[in-house]
């Protein structure tokens, strides 16, 4: 069975600063997904960005980017300029791939990530 | 609709009633996920439906858990015979088709059983 671990229960940054997440994963599958999910104290699950581990190119999205090494089974989130905004849970979840999986997802157990003004 | 909407967004019960959640996915969205979400931990997996036909009910902890989905759109989850440890946020989420397709998330219905 595939499991996410996120080491770091909680983060502090400062306003402005750059700020990475870590999240280790375990699976013997080749082909799957993984996701950033954001959800803020209103509760609304949100994605920040998601890799697919069959790209070697890590995935961008404006402020947030990944360091997704396969061999490592590793999948950091940096965040970079952090507002105040940034301020959140942050879950790292996989998705297999394969056609015999129902594709729900797996969640870790999630970064709280206070930005300081 | 513009997202996936959950009613009520607030539940209290007593322990041993029923409850009704109710899930509406996102117009057109063929896969519709339940999760169970407890307190300071991420959000665990309970059922998946691909149009009305539930494919996965694995997760479901117990068999006063029923989730159906008749028509293919909206999803009612329902706990019968409430207990404490059926306290949670319960989020639904939906997703274009299988595949990889990113699963969009509602806000969550909280349950606290009294």
């Known amino acids: 069975a595939q499991t996410v671990t996120q080491s770091q229960p909680e983060m502090s940054v400062q306003e402005a600063e750059t700020v990475t997440l870590s999240c280790t994963y375990d699976t013997s599958e080749s082909d799957y997904y993984l996701f950033w999910y954001k959800q803020p104290p209103s509760r609304q699950m949100i994605l920040v960005i998601r890799q697919e581990a069959y790209k070697q190119q890590n995935a961008t999205e404006n402020r947030f980017s990944v360091n997704f090494q396969k061999a490592a089974k590793s999948f950091s989130l940096k965040i970079s300029d952090s507002q105040l905004g940034d301020a959140a849970m942050y879950f790292c979840a996989y998705r297999s791939a394969y056609g015999g999986s129902q594709g729900n997802l797996i969640f870790g157990k999630g970064t709280k990530l206070s930005v300081k003004p | 609709g513009a997202g996936v909407s959950q009613s009520p967004r607030y539940k209290v019960a007593k322990r041993g009633q029923d409850v009704a959640l109710r899930c509406d996915p996102i117009s057109g969205h063929v896969s519709l996920f339940w999760y169970q979400q407890a307190l300071g931990q991420g959000p665990e997996f309970l059922t998946y439906?691909?149009?009305?036909?539930?494919?996965?009910k694995s997760g479901l902890p117990s068999d006063r858990f029923f989730a159906e989905r008749p028509e293919g759109s909206v999803s009612t989850l329902k706990i019968q015979r409430t207990q404490q440890e059926d306290s949670a946020v319960y989020l639904c989420?939906?997703?274009?088709?299988?595949?990889?397709?990113?699963?969009?998330f509602g806000p969550g219905t909280r349950l606290t059983v009294l």
């Open positions: 439906f691909q149009n009305e036909a539930q494919l996965d």
């Open positions: 989420a939906s997703s274009l088709a299988w595949g990889g397709d990113t699963q969009y």
